[in-house]
């Protein structure tokens, strides 16, 4: 089985901006994956200019991980001229691969771009190793398995392909309700197409039913009171089944979210981290710290969790019902940018807090530590009672010293 140096698989974590790449690389991502303000399917995140894509693959490579760029769109006739210019400035910045689905786009960046590495995307539908092997007939040093493999199809694939071929599994995050997300619902209603990167996710919306000789007649399907969410799927959630999903041979284990916030990806990549470094230190010190992984990645923002496709066919089980809502028991309030000299934690204001509230300080070695605000400054040296402002500078004087990349979060009162 082919692994990364260090003999462990992969960690893998989406980034939506600058700001969240440098979070998901403090907090133990081996590797992120990036989208560039074209060509990627989640048009409506933020997305990296060339030059903060430049900075961010700077800052990654500094400290060892390597930086994917998305390119995975099903590309039109009229795509295929930019995505060669595309690929020209994408050359200069040398990520480490680039992750595509459409042949047309493989076959221009193999021609622009032929010493970057080609990762195929999970839109390509890869459910079998034959696919695998004409990939990597045709130069593609990794493929992603679709969300519809279980672990036993996953092990067969490894078994049956060349041994330098890597494989890449999603083992956290949103489900879409259609196959490797061939769904028409986001085009046929809005006529934005999910497979341009713009799908407005309509599988969350609420439904009722129509009989055809009653137009105009709906007729709710009741879960109870409050109706039914008849396509919203769980999260995937795979941070017990680590075991599993290493003697299945998987070389890189990849979080979705490439809309996320910078406060889940911390949450997710530091949970998944530890929870890696303890299996490959033992199986014993993964097992006795469950609790502490279960306890943490609840506190990401999510839908319920289920296992998905791995230990077999999902049924009614993994699908949600009575409501669209995530489960959200923390706020972000932002990361320490800096300290100062006088022990000052500067930072770019998310949500709102006040002077005299405890809050709570992720730090990235898998402490949390309470602690008290006890005044606020604005950029002009000013004392503030509170930060109600969005993308507020501030300082903070804290009870507890603080560091850079601390993330600054508090419970969810709503939820409390």
């Known amino acids: 089985m082919k692994q990364n140096k260090t003999g462990k698989p992969e960690l893998l974590v989406p980034a939506s901006s600058l700001e969240v790449l440098r979070t998901a690389v403090i907090f133990g991502a081996d590797a992120v994956y990036i989208g560039g303000e074209a060509f990627g399917l989640r048009a409506k995140a933020k997305n990296f200019s ?93 493929v992603v398995s679709a969300r519809e493999l279980s672990l036993a199809e996953i092990r067969q694939i490894r078994d049956k392909i060349p041994a330098q071929m890597e494989i890449e599994s999603f083992i956290h995050g949103a489900m879409c309700i259609s196959y490797s997300g061939r769904c028409l619902l986001s085009n046929y209603f809005t006529g934005r197409d ?152 500067r930072f770019e204001q998310k949500n709102k807090f006040c002077v005299g509230d405890t809050i709570e300080l992720m730090k990235p070695d898998g402490r949390n530590i309470r602690t008290k605000v006890l005044a606020l400054y604005n950029e002009e040296n000013e004392p503030v009672e509170s930060c109600p402002h969005a993308r507020q500078t501030l300082y903070a004087a804290l009870s507890d010293k603080p560091e850079a990349y601390d993330l600054m979060r508090v419970e969810n009162v709503r939820n409390a």
């Open 50 to 142: 060339m030059e903060e894509m430049a900075e961010g693959i700077r800052f990654a490579h500094e400290r060892d991980v390597k930086v994917y760029v998305t390119a995975n769109i099903l590309a039109h006739n009229e795509d295929l001229a930019g995505a060669e210019s595309y690929f020209e400035e994408l050359k200069a910045l040398k990520p480490d691969a680039l992750i595509i689905s459409d042949p047309g786009m493989f076959l221009v960046a193999k021609e622009v771009c032929p010493e970057i590495e080609i990762h195929i995307s999970t839109q390509a539908n890869n459910t079998n190793y034959k696919t695998y092997q004409f990939w990597w007939q045709q130069g593609a040093k990794r």
């Open 194 to 345: 999910a497979n341009q990167g713009a799908c407005t996710h309509p599988c969350r919306w609420k439904y009722a039913v129509v009989e055809e000789t009653r137009p105009g007649e709906y007729l709710p399907v009741y879960e109870n009171e409050r109706g039914t969410y008849i396509f919203n799927s769980k999260d995937l959630c795979m941070i017990e089944y680590i075991p599993e999903l290493v003697g299945a041979g998987i070389d890189s284990l990849k979080i979705e979210g490439r809309m996320k916030t910078a406060l889940y990806v911390a949450c997710v990549a530091r949970t998944y981290r530890k929870a890696l470094d303890d299996f490959f230190t033992s199986e014993e010190t993964y097992r006795a710290n469950m609790e502490w992984y279960r306890a943490e990645i609840a506190k990401c923002t999510y839908r319920q969790f289920t296992t998905g496709f791995y230990f077999g066919k999902p049924d009614e089980h993994t699908q949600i019902y009575d409501n669209n809502t995530y489960v959200n028991e923390y706020v972000y309030l932002g990361m320490v940018e800096s300290v100062d000299a006088r022990g000052y934690a």
